[in-house]
């Protein structure tokens, strides 16, 4: 436990330089990888306990996100085609709340 402190609040310091570094510029895996923006290196608590790293996501979650990154570049490609073919205004609805949906915005809980 003690690898994962960043410091005391009562002295006034903190140290959290690593934790601000995105992954990306480091782990050679995410730094190659296509879903990279889409993902940022996963969360750091899932990491430190699937891989023992906090830097290091788990490879079950690189094939995840990367399955959802080409899903959604997917269902972008084929909804951008239908507004402008179509045109239709509920057919341009459906398309903005799918985006939403995939950036993880839930417009019935906010």
Same mark, same amino acid.
């Given at each position: 436990m003690e690898a994962y402190? &960043? $410091? %005391?609040? =009562?002295? %006034?310091?903190? @140290?959290? @330089?690593?934790? *601000?570094?995105s992954p990306m510029a480091f782990v050679q895996e995410c730094s190659e990888c296509p879903a990279r923006y889409y993902c940022a290196g996963s969360c750091r608590y899932d990491n430190a306990a699937?891989? $023992?790293s906090v830097f290091k996501p788990p490879?079950?979650?690189?094939? *995840? !996100?990367?399955? $959802? =990154?080409? *899903?959604?570049?997917? &269902?972008?490609? !084929? *909804?951008? $085609?239908?507004v402008f073919r179509k045109g239709g205004v509920k057919l341009y609805w459906v398309?903005? &709340?799918i985006k939403l949906r995939i950036r993880g915005i839930n417009l019935r809980q906010a």
């Open positions: 402190k &960043l $410091g %005391n609040v =009562f002295d %006034n310091h903190i @140290d959290r @330089d690593a934790y *601000l570094k699937s891989t $023992g490879e079950e979650m690189c094939r *995840l !996100r990367r399955r $959802g =990154f080409e *899903l959604s570049a997917y &269902l972008s490609s !084929r *909804l951008d $085609g239908l398309y903005v &709340l």
